[in-house]
């Protein structure tokens, strides 16, 4: 893996940031390069092979990108600690968009021939149940009622833990480690505020 510059000092980095709201394209090159080591280190703890580190350090160097672009001072949390959720995200993105991709070619791939010899694949033999139009209609009503009920007895951290682990509304469905790595916390603390948003979800439904 190739090697990147130290990290800005804090005193460093707040002048770069200040200079960065201030547009200056040359303290977001800054931010940029002396940050890239923060992307290699969160690559490292995925232990992919070697072949497929680079592509990963590119995606990871993108979400590096995003968190600057959009990173606020004054929201009172270190640019390190959102560029890692930010890096997290786009680099899970694309290890679950690559094994989504590997689980759809494998559905396509032939498994054997019928009598006439034609090929049967995977994609021939799973039955889709279609759901009628009551069933469609009573799940469209506890969906409404579900973001409902997630964006008013929710607080902001128990909604986002929610969505991700269970994958809702777009989000990617990880797992309690990986979501404990994202925010920084313990996997166990993860565990407590998914077990009481999910009470606190099913006493809304219930009234």
């Known amino acids: 893996m190739q090697s990147f510059l130290k990290p800005l000092d804090a005193e460093e980095e707040d002048r770069q940031l200040q200079l960065l709201q201030q547009g200056d394209p040359d303290a977001r090159r800054t931010l940029i390069e002396h940050n890239l080591r923060l992307v290699a ?5 995925y232990n992919l092979p070697e072949k497929d580190l680079d592509d990963c350090i590119s995606i990871g160097t993108i979400g590096l990108i995003k968190a600057i672009d959009t990173f606020q001072p004054n929201k009172g949390i270190r640019l390190a600690t959102y560029a890692s ?3 997290d995200n786009e680099i899970l993105m694309m290890l679950r968009g690559n094994r989504k991709q590997s689980r759809e070619i494998s559905l396509s791939e032939p498994i054997g021939s019928d ?6 694949t995977l994609l021939d033999i799973i039955e ?7 069933e469609k209609l009573f799940l469209n009503e506890d ?5 409902e009920c997630l964006s008013h007895c929710l607080t902001t951290r128990e909604r986002e833990i929610l ?3 269970y994958g809702l509304f777009g989000y ?3 797992t309690q480690r990986e979501i404990a790595d994202y925010f920084q916390i313990s996997r166990s603390y993860v565990s407590r505020i998914e ?4 009470r606190k979800l099913r006493e809304c439904f219930s009234d």
């Open 172 to 174: 990617q469905e990880i």
């Open 143 to 147: 969906i409404s009622r579900l973001k």
């Open 85 to 87: 959720r930010c890096i």
């Open 41 to 45: 280190h969160i690559v490292k703890k």
């Open 163 to 165: 969505c991700y682990r």
């Open 128 to 134: 889709v149940e279609n759901k009628d139009l009551d």
């Open 195 to 198: 077990k009481k948003a999910l």
């Open 115 to 120: 009598k006439e010899g034609n090929e049967i």
